[in-house]
Structures are given as structure tokens and as C-alpha cells.
């Protein structure tokens, strides 16, 4: 039978600890950083592009299909964005709408029968990262 020396147990509590604090550092840090705008595509085109803050209280609509003949709207609410239910003949499962509310930088809102897919961006970059030749 094996016993866990000293340094056994110290190695295992770091690793525990410095893992707990990763998950704190991560989401404090997603804490800070605010979403400013909301970008919209239908059909892989830049729709429009919605500036906002956690104070913003708005109802959007926007035009799609091929000769804009429809409607689509959106809710802002207090730092987060949700697509309002259209039309069953538009959006036969609604399941844009079922997503609900969202509210971080790595979520997104996709209806697949319209081609639209509405999510956030950060602040734009103030320089080129990088450049590719």
C-alpha cells in the first residue's frame, strides 16, 4: 500500500487551488469586459450593427428576405439581446427565438431558415494586430 508523502498532498492542494483560482480569474475577467455592440448578418451580409450599454433599453427591427419584405426584432435589455418570436410561416420552429436571452461575447443568435445571425463584438482594435502576406 502506497502513503501520500508531504509533498504529495502540497502538489495536490496547489493544483487544486491555482485550478479554483483560474475559474474565479476567468470569470472576473469576463465581468469587465462589456459587449458594445451588436452586429447583425443575413445571408452572410452585414445587416446593421447595434451600439448599446448595460443601461440600454430598445426594440430593434431589422429587414430580410429578398426584397426586404420582412421583419425581424430584437429586444435589448440591460447587456444582453434576444430575438422576438416571428411569423410560424418565417420560422416554422422558432428556434431563434426559443435561444433566449444572451449576454456573452462567445454567444450568438442563429435562425437557419432566414439566414440570420445576430451576435456580439468587442470594441474595435485601435491597431492592426497583425499582418498576413
Not at 498532498?9 to 491555482?18: D, E, P, T, Y
Not at 411569423?87 to 431563434?96: A, E, Q
Amino acid at each position: 500500500m502506497m502513503r501520500l508523502t508531504f509533498w504529495d498532498k502540497f502538489f495536490i492542494a496547489l493544483v487544486l487551488v491555482l485550478s479554483l483560482a483560474g475559474f474565479v480569474l476567468n470569470f472576473s475577467l469576463d465581468a469587465v469586459t462589456e459587449q458594445q455592440y451588436i452586429v447583425v448578418h443575413v445571408d452572410n451580409d452585414f445587416v446593421m450593427e447595434i451600439s448599446f450599454n448595460k443601461e440600454t433599453e430598445d426594440r430593434v427591427e431589422f429587414s430580410f428576405g429578398n426584397e426586404d419584405e420582412h421583419t425581424a426584432v430584437l429586444e435589448v435589455s440591460q447587456g444582453r439581446v434576444r430575438m422576438l418570436p416571428m411569423s410560424k410561416d418565417l420560422c416554422p420552429r422558432g428556434i431563434c427565438s426559443h435561444t433566449g436571452w444572451i449576454e456573452r461575447s462567445y454567444q450568438s443568435i442563429v435562425c437557419v431558415p432566414n439566414r440570420i445571425i445576430v451576435s456580439f463584438r468587442e470594441a474595435k482594435p485601435d491597431d492592426v494586430d497583425g499582418v498576413t502576406y
